[in-house]
């Protein structure tokens, strides 16, 4: 319930596309009800995560979904610097559509 007053918050206070800006003190508002959130989460459901998924499905300590999305979604970057990341992303089946302004396609690691 936190987590969806806090979004809704930000969204009437900077807009659908997060693109307004917002006064010191608005902004302190948001970062209290964030950090309430976060202690409560803390607090009560999130040592829960920990003991609910691992009999269930795990590898290493992740679950089924973490594992997929990690296959799928995160490209390998073992040895690429980070002033290449630009052209791993650029790469990637889903990323690609996101990045933009990759001048060599061609040349990719």
Do not use: Q
């Amino acid at each position: 319930m936190g987590k969806i007053a806090v979004s809704a918050l930000l969204a009437v206070l900077t807009g659908v596309h997060g693109t307004n800006d917002i006064s010191k003190g608005k902004a302190v508002m948001v970062l209290v009800l964030l950090c309430i959130y976060a202690a409560d989460f803390g607090w009560s459901w999130g040592p829960l995560t920990w003991l609910s998924s691992a009999p269930s499905c795990s590898m290493c300590g992740l679950d089924c979904s973490d594992t997929l999305f990690i296959i799928f979604f995160l490209p390998e970057t073992k040895g690429i610097p980070l002033e290449s990341m630009h052209v791993i992303w650029a790469k990637h089946w889903f990323w690609r559509r996101f990045v933009t302004g990759v001048a060599d396609k061609d040349n990719l690691p």
